[in-house]
């Protein structure tokens, strides 16, 4: 199959584009800068020059299916950053994708389409986005899915995929997050850590966009996960030790962890200050509510099931 892939010179964008092409796809991939290029290139993809704020059918090219990972994840930005990649970017990419002729859109989203700073316990595809959410990733991820569902129709069929907490090798987020904090000696858990979580190891989440290629019914969202839940303290102790980090015992409320974090991000936008906050309302947030969530749906219409474990995943971290 011909594919096109968005952000194929990060984690997950990377991932499948090398995964989609050692099953034997053929991969052009979006590419912002000359420095994506050979990245991409390493990965199995064929560079294109475009970025979300300019990408057109000419760039899609005859593409039968696009992988749209791109997206502004970072926690803290400027205040139209958010909608500019993740709303208009998601629109215009459906757009293109349109015009040139696809057949099958695959949306990767998230699970914090649904936050509002609430737990999520026991939860599936069925439960109300939050598009108008306190917390700007989530508001404008939960947006983009609505212009994904609405696009889908005959002939352009749109698949949203939901993971939580992607880990494993090639992370550019999290683990390096573990790291930087770890070193500083700035880690403190929050509520202890106790917090219960679903996962999705990286090649749980490739495997799915291979499957979605084909699988899964137009219009509809799909969480996936890895196979059982966790703590907050046991996953992200299980990584870090699997990279030789010791994390200390420290620890606040997530009352404190939510004022600190709505009070860190006052005093940057007041006063204009360099850099991130060390804590924003979002991380404080994902810190200490559960979010247990059921995959279900993806199990029954798309045949998914985890290919690694979470053993064999944070074993496979620790020879990495």
Known sequence: MRIFVTGASGFVGGAATKALGLSGHVVRAMSRTAASDPVIAER?????RCDLENVTAAHIGDAEAIVHCAAFVEQWGPRDAWKRFNVDGTARMLAAAREAGAKRFIHISTESVLWRGQHLRGVDETYPLA?????PYAATKAQAEVLVRRANAPGFETII?????I?????TTLLPTIERVAQSGQWVWVDGGKAETSTTHIDNLVHAIELALTKGDGGEAYFILDDGVRTMREIITGIATARGITLPDRNVSSGIADALGATCE???RTFNLRGEPPLTRFSAMILSRD???RDAKARAEMGYSPVISVEEGLRA???A
């Open 161 to 165: 995929l939901r993971p939580r907490f």
């Open 131 to 135: 598009p108008n959410s306190p917390y």
């Open 266 to 268: 006052f005093l940057w």
């Open 291 to 293: 979010s247990v969530l």
């Open 167 to 171: 880990w494993g090798p090639g992370d």
């Open 44 to 48: 199995g993809g064929t560079p294109v």
């Open 317 to 319: 971290l620790g020879n």
